[in-house]
């Protein structure tokens, strides 16, 4: 059974996303033509490596190409570096929707790797919002600020006291 066209997955990690990824991008792009989808998002931790070899590949294939990463959104800010909470950072996917876009995610992974790396290339909401254009942010996995807010004990609780 395959996929209808009208579906593309969007959070999706290939080899370049170190010890979360597995897929070459080429057997990605022949999973995907097999499925029936004409279009996948590549959307690695923290870079853009293999941006050229997947947008190469997809075209290649016949599957339009969707450019976004899985950022590192510091709890605090980028340059904040210091005890266990700026180590634990949230995840956010952020897609290109455009040339902008796409220059956009290009400078926030760059500034994420010069200004924010603290055992990860991080960014923070400000940076993010100064450079939005062109760009869908997604809420991620279950490391997103959303998933983790909603596990959260101060989460949990509030539930339990409306049953």
């Known amino acids: 059974m395959s996929a209808t066209p009208d579906f593309t997955h969007l959070h999706v990690h290939s080899e370049y996303s170190l010890l979360d990824g597995m897929s070459s991008l080429e057997a990605l792009m022949e999973e995907t033509r097999r499925l029936g ?3 996948i998002a590549l959307t690695d931790h923290g870079a853009l490596y293999g941006v050229v070899q997947f947008v190469q590949e997809a ?6 190409p969707i450019i976004g990463v899985e950022t590192y959104v510091a709890r605090r ?14 995840h956010l996917v952020a897609l290109a929707t455009s040339a ?3 220059r956009n995610l290009c400078r926030i992974v760059t500034d994420a790797h010069l200004d924010g790396l603290y055992y990860k290339p991080r960014t923070d909401h400000e940076h ?3 450079h939005a254009e062109g760009l869908i942010g997604l809420s991620g996995c279950l490391n997103g600020e959303i998933a983790r807010a909603l596990r959260s004990e101060e989460h949990t609780s509030e539930l339990q006291s409306r049953q």
């Open 59 to 64: 075209k290649r294939h016949g599957i339009k």
């Open 128 to 130: 993010l919002a100064r």
């Open 77 to 90: 800010g980028m340059r904040d570096k210091e005890g266990k909470a700026d180590q634990q950072p949230f």
């Open 37 to 39: 989808m004409d279009s």
């Open 100 to 102: 902008t876009g796409y």
